[in-house]
């Protein structure tokens, strides 16, 4: 499995429609200072992601233009429920399998030595 990540484009909204399974009602929420009132109907898709998401779709955006410019690119595959992560150069060699507790570092932020 691959992500393309360039693909995404955090500036144009995009329509989403809501997802839910036949004969399931939306969430139901009560009208705050309102204790009389009957459940108001509330979809729980927005119409956008949170600024928060979108800062983070871009600053993959820029990692991935990265590693595309110094001639590299990382493959995510499932193997018998385990998520196998290789660096590639852009011809599909595998330079280097990183272990997923190294990636969830790199994820966290921590160094890596």
């Keep these: 499995m691959s992500f393309d990540l360039s693909a995404?484009?955090?500036?144009?909204?995009?329509?989403v429609e809501s997802r839910r399974a036949p004969g399931v009602p939306p969430v139901a929420a009560q009208r705050p200072g309102d204790p009389d009132s009957r459940a108001a109907i509330v979809d729980?898709?927005?119409a956008s992601p949170p600024p928060e998401v979108l800062?983070?779709?871009?600053?993959a955006q820029r990692a991935v233009q990265?590693?595309?410019?110094r001639g590299r690119?990382?493959?995510f595959e499932m193997t018998a429920g385990r998520v196998r992560i290789e660096?590639?150069?852009?011809?599909g060699n595998v330079l280097r399998t990183v272990p997923g507790t190294e990636a969830l570092a790199i994820a966290s932020g921590k160094a890596v030595g």
């Design 73 to 75: 690119e990382l493959h």
């Design 44 to 46: 729980a898709i927005p």
């Design 55 to 59: 800062r983070q779709i871009l600053a």
């Design 87 to 91: 660096l590639r150069d852009l011809d």
């Design 66 to 69: 990265d590693m595309h410019e």
């Design 8 to 15: 995404v484009n955090p500036t144009r909204p995009t329509p």
